[in-house]
């Protein structure tokens, strides 16, 4: 395979943002268009063959209409394509709503990436973009698209410091003159964290939740550390032991507890990234401050907790689910800004090797 560092020409018209748990579609002079789940439903035919049957909202729509018949799957996996094909028609269908595509026709698209994927995990989104219809892909990488989408001054010789705590994994970035100067990406994100409260449930009150209803305990009572009026939910459950159905007490000082193993792992992520920052650019993190942004980062109080261990103050950006989103609206409209960041990309389209499963 020929690398060649070939670089997009022409304006997209396009930014995709393909995260684990959400995709954004931004049309140039539109905006967001699409910012939805990145799931899709499918039945099983013969041979065990996919039929996918609807994508983003739709998808969970007709799943919780058919449950038994129709199955969800995913076809990201902490911030990269498991599944080539499948996302291939997400991003078809995603691009083929009515009022999208009408206005595009093989559309130029930014699509971006985490920061050092594998050469094989980059074909595959160069390929599932090219194969859904994209004239053209141009790739960016997700830290530097989130730290235009937080207003940071991404070209100045001062070192900044961004998190995208997302759905699947977390970037803590540092920037300098237009470029990624470490990066360090972690295996933690909300799914995890949703993960973690069903264990510790299952562990401490032998109960067996579904993730479904971990997200919704974590978004309603989740909590970094323990909040002063302990709140109470009931969720539906099944007893780990007997298998029968039961209602479950869960508090909001036990879900702090479930998660706590999760931040743990980013507040030491970002000590380490700290620790591996070159002085001068420290000295600028500590002066500006760190910015935080993605869907985690909506977690309560989470900013002021790593605020707290790592004496370095932390923003939050104003609205951490679409900040990545505004960062590709600047770029649509910023060729030149665009042509400082973009990677160069391989010229052969097809994936060396492809994986076919959910998981
Ligand atoms: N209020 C909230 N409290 C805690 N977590 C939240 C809240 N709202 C959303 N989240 C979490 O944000 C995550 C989604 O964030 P985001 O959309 O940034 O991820 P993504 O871009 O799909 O993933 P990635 O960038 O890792 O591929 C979900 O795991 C969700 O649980
Ligand atoms: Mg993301």
Known sequence: MVLSLFKSSGAPDIYLDLGTMNTRLVIKNRGLVVNEPSVIAFTTGRHGKKNIIAVGNEAIEQVNKTPGNLFLGRPLKEGVITDVDTTETMIRSFLSRPGISHWLTRPRIIMSIPHGIKKIEKEAVVYAGRAAGARDVILAEEPMVAAIG????????????IIDFGGGTSEIAIIALSDIVYCQTLRTGGQQLNEGIVQWLKKYKNAIISEAS???????????SPISEVQVRRVQARNATSGLPMELEVNSTEISMAIQDCVEDLVFGIKKALENTPPELLSDIIDSGIVLTGGGSLLKNIDRYIQDQIKISVHRTNDPLTTIAKGGEILLNSPALLDSIQLPIEEDTEPTARRSQFY
């Open 214 to 224: 971990a997200e919704l305990l974590k978004v309603d009572i989740g909590s970094t």
């Open 150 to 161: 937080a207003q940071l001054p991404i070209q100045e010789p001062k070192g900044r410091m």
